[in-house]
């Protein structure tokens, strides 16, 4: 409004003169010239009480992405990532090749591809550049067959609810295994396309990934021999005869890698070959350029698309562990801590407090006034002095309502949310914004419409929840095997489940008063 263009005609300039007038018995518009600006300064902060508490056993089934492998965290020490697959039929009662064509099962190919994204070099060739992987040296993956039975609906319930698996489930997986099928040594993460020779017959190059040649006798008597058996009539059958495949993993003398992968795209190839039964002129078997009866080379797919299970195994460092066990809930804490997986949360109450010393509660004198909410900010800025810069910080973070284990309402109104997941939801959950040595220094979260809701609609002010977030653009919450309030904070978004890593933020009690965890409001008061 400070900005009136003075126009020629002076009937315009009155008009204005009078709008200016009327906005100004409106409103009293504290530090700011016209809503939505981009501010520097906030009107007023209030205080707010943070504190970090564990997280628990969380629920892992029924993902969109998965983990394998081993993560070194600089600040929360070591997590390692097991994986149980169902193994399904890609179709019901398989028929192979019959004896009289000669049928050979050459090769069965275990394939779980990286996240990536390929593109064509001058000379025609692929080239990938990977996603989601973090760290690049080597670990140990055993394979084994499972005798563990993954059911889809819980008997407690009378098979009418889904049948919920927890990341705390590791031993009890690891007590039903059977043989060991594998081990795949050194596996370290590779951008190279991998080729699969099946001699005289193809090359097959397969994306970047999990590539593991299985053993072809265990698949001939598991899979090619039972052709007509009642085991491979359905998946119902199928997958109680053949109850899938555990993947463990063992670290080797370097810290290892982990990586992020999407069970729709993994599966098992069984690359077999028969005699052709196609006839020359003569009503032969058509031969080769050497009279060899031509042979034709066939697949059959396992994949995994029934139940999948991660399991965790983590080493949080004792002090850590002390701290978000008993943490300060009357007053907040200096230090707050965030890790992905079954990792550590931080629990944020805005208001509550007397920040003026009126006597009145904040939220109750904001209410009375009324005032019309611009922007609402929370400023966490990270604790360099704990955290190892660079590439092991979390790009985003993300908070939630814990009460009803929800989004905030700033999330359903952002207009970045068709951005990639690394763009995305920005205007309400900001990126960490780095300094010149490419070090975290804070994240922005932005929640007007949330602050908004609290003072103008009553809205109950529930306790948010902050985490970790691998993809803010997945919201979904899953289970946790305990509640972390009383009687909240019952789900865990899942994009904070798949993500391995972690940070340290300042809290409200903070020694700096300028680092402290405050929210920032900017706003407009009706006279």
């Not at 009289?100 to 000379?123: A, H, R, W």
């Amino acid at each position: 409004m400070k900005r009136i263009q003075i126009l020629p005609k002076l009937g315009v300039v009155w008009c204005l003169i009078l709008a200016f007038a009327s906005c100004e018995e409106a409103f009293n518009t504290l530090d700011t010239d016209i809503i939505n600006q981009n501010f520097t300064r906030p009107d007023t902060v209030f205080s707010v009480k943070a504190y970090s508490k564990l997280v628990g056993p969380v629920q892992t089934n029924d993902q969109q992405t998965y983990k394998l492998g081993r993560y070194v965290d600089p600040v929360y020490g070591t997590t390692t990532a097991d994986f149980l697959g169902q193994v399904v039929l890609s179709s019901n009662s398989p028929t192979f090749p019959h004896d009289s064509l000669e049928p050979t099962l050459e090769k069965v190919i275990l394939s779980i591809p990286f996240y990536s994204d390929s593109q064509l070099d001058e000379d025609g060739n692929t080239e990938y550049t990977l996603d989601s992987i973090y760290g690049f040296s080597s670990v140990n993956i055993g394979i084994y067959e499972s005798n563990y039975f993954l059911r889809d609906f819980d008997p407690s319930t009378n098979f009418e609810e889904a049948q919920l698996y927890y990341s705390n489930q590791r031993s009890e997986f690891m007590a039903n295994l059977g043989q060991q099928l594998v081990l795949k040594e050194n596996f370290a993460p590779s951008n190279l396309a991998q080729e699969v020779i099946i001699e005289n017959l193809d090359t097959i190059s397969y994306a970047p990934g999990l590539i593991v040649e299985m053993p072809t006798d265990f698949f001939q008597e598991k899979i090619i021999d039972q052709e007509g058996e009642e085991v491979l009539i359905n998946n119902n059958n199928f997958k109680d005869y053949f109850r899938g495949l555990y993947f463990q993993v063992m670290p080797t003398t370097e810290e290892g890698n982990m990586f992020l992968f999407d069970p729709q795209d993994a599966k098992i190839t069984l690359y077999y070959s028969s005699n052709t039964t196609s006839l020359d002129d003569n009503g032969n078997q058509e031969v080769d350029d050497d009279g060899n009866i031509v042979r034709v080379l066939d697949t059959y797919d396992l994949t995994f698309t029934g139940v999948n299970v991660n399991v965790y195994d983590t080493n949080i460092p004792a002090s850590i562990l002390a701290a978000v066990t008993n943490p300060n809930t009357t007053e907040g804490e200096e230090t707050l801590y965030l890790e992905g997986g079954a990792g550590i949360a931080t629990i944020i109450d805005l208001f509550g407090g007397d920040d003026n010393q009126n006597g009145i509660d904040d939220l109750e004198e904001l209410r009375e006034r009324k005032w019309l909410v611009n922007e609402a900010n929370l400023i966490f800025y990270v604790d360099q002095d704990k955290v190892t810069g660079g590439s092991k910080e979390p790009e985003r973070i993300m908070v939630f309502d814990t009460k009803n284990n929800a989004i905030l309402a700033d999330y359903s109104i952002d207009l970045t949310s068709n951005n990639t997941p690394i763009d995305a939801i920005t205007e309400h959950l900001g990126r960490l914004e780095r300094g010149n040595d490419e070090n975290g220094d804070y994240y922005k979260i932005k929640i007007t419409s949330h602050v908004s809701n609290l003072i103008n609609r009553d809205s109950t002010n529930v306790s948010l929840g902050l985490v970790v977030s691998q993809n803010v653009s997945y919201i979904r919450f899953f289970e946790l095997q305990n509640e972390v309030l009383d009687g909240a904070f019952t789900e865990l978004p899942g994009g904070c489940i798949v993500s391995p890593e972690g940070t340290v933020l300042y809290g409200n009690r903070a020694p700096n008063p300028d680092q402290r965890l405050k929210l920032e409001l900017y706003y407009t008061e009706p006279n």
